[in-house]
């Protein structure tokens, strides 16, 4: 079965550039899942204070869902090679600098500026890399395929960086976390860019105003921002639970088995084509995905929580995959990428929610109450994809009558 599940992966990564792309954009990345984390360590280690951490992290969270979608913009107006450059310098500039101003003992004020221009230069990579899937290869079954390669990399992300982090701040320095985070951006970025054979076409000028379908793109924003707050309620929820039955250390092992989950659920399912609409697809997947998540909530014991987080698990890269996919479907080509990041950027603002809301409840009513939040994200995804199942199937109906109209008229 395994040979067979992996086929159409190993099929589409021998395709021209495909390989040297992804592995790259994997390398630029990677930081995603070790600044934040870096940030938190490096301060409290220097200043002892988890209140200014928190807010460093949160500013620089929040600058980056903002400014994200407007760089992806810029990058489908100038083009990759030239954009990635510059962000990437921006990046690994300001993170130098943050390192700098800590150990100087600079200002709050400072401190605050530094996080909010490192996310604000954050390069807009889970967009772009998958822009390249969608421009570079002619098969949808394929494009979703290579769709699927990155959600399972984005797994695999959060799995190698937070322990990463830690790592070089404890035996290293406090700002080793920044620093490789700077030096793995600026690296990794410079050789996407160089994949000029792969790169998406520039929008020409007289595409610059395609207007986006607004229907579609709020109905996926809206249910990719739940999804986010099911991430991030599961962040604290798990924490809490592990502290309440005093088994702090199976933290990990809960964080493991539901993202091990997410990542065969996202092998199995982007290697298989299915007959029904991406938009009855995603309805059925946040379906089930509400399902597992009611019932997080009662677990009483962590064998039990161990099981129900290993089936929540198994709805997660699928959702993202389709959801992605429509974004890559229904929207125009020459603004693909800063759709794209439109769609990852809510992730994270629904993240720093749920993780804001769920913190609170916790101090008064414990990691339950954490678990209802998550429950609530993932009950309102499928409210999203239920109710927009009409704007949907018509952008899906739309897309496909072009794309026929497209064929014949070549």
Not at 46 to 59: E, F, I, K, W
Not at 231 to 237: D, V
Not at 282 to 292: D, E, G, I, P, S
Request: aromatic fraction near 8%.
């Amino acid at each position: 079965m395994a040979p067979g599940i992996l086929r159409p992966y190993a099929e589409i990564l021998r395709l021209p550039g495909t390989l040297k792309f992804t592995s790259f954009a994997f390398i630029a990345r990677l930081p995603i899942a070790i600044e934040g984390l870096g940030i938190v360590l490096f301060v409290t280690d220097a200043r002892g204070s988890y209140a200014l951490a928190g807010v460093l992290t949160g500013l620089f969270a929040l600058a980056g869902s903002v400014s994200q979608p407007f760089t992806g913009r810029i990058a489908d107006r100038w083009g990759q090679r030239r954009i990635l450059p510059i962000l990437a310098t921006l990046q690994s500039t300001f993170l130098i600098a943050f390192v700098f101003a800590v150990n100087l003992s600079w200002s709050t004020g400072v401190l605050i500026l530094l996080a909010v221009a490192l996310g604000a230069s954050q390069p807009a990579i889970g967009g772009m890399v998958r822009a390249r899937w969608a421009a570079h290869v002619s098969n949808p079954a394929q494009v979703r395929t290579g769709f699927a390669i990155e959600s399972l990399l984005d797994e695999a992300i959060f799995i190698i960086g937070p322990p990463l982090a830690t790592f070089l701040a404890l035996s290293i320095a406090g700002g080793a976390p920044l620093i490789a985070s700077a030096i793995l951006v600026f690296s990794g970025s410079l050789l996407l860019a160089s994949q000029r054979r792969t790169e998406p076409p520039r929008t020409h000028r007289e595409q610059v105003h395609d207007r986006m379908p607004v229907g579609p793109l709020l109905v996926i924003v809206l249910a990719t921002a739940c999804l986010g707050i099911v991430f991030g309620a599961l962040e604290i929820a798990f924490v809490a639970f592990a502290d309440e039955v005093g088994q702090r250390g199976m933290t990990g092992v809960l964080y493991a088995v539901y993202s091990l989950a997410s990542l065969f659920a996202g092998l199995w399912f982007g290697a298989h084509h299915y007959r029904a609409t991406l938009s009855k697809q995603w309805r059925a997947v946040c379906a089930a995905l509400m399902v597992a998540t009611v019932l997080l909530p009662f677990a009483s014991t962590m064998p039990v929580l161990l099981i129900f987080s290993f089936i929540a698990g198994f709805a997660v890269s699928p959702s993202l995959i389709i959801g992605l996919t429509l974004v890559e479907k229904t929207m125009p080509m020459s603004r693909l990428t800063e759709a794209l990041t439109w769609a990852l950027s809510v992730i994270g603002v629904g993240m720093a929610l749920a993780a804001a809301i769920s913190g609170a409840l916790v101090q008064d009513h414990g990691a339950r109450a954490a678990f209802i939040v998550c429950a609530v994200g993932g009950a309102m995804a499928f409210l999203v994809t239920a109710i927009g199942q009409p704007v949907l199937r018509k952008a899906e109906n739309l897309a496909a009558s072009e794309a026929a109209r497209a064929s014949n008229a070549d």
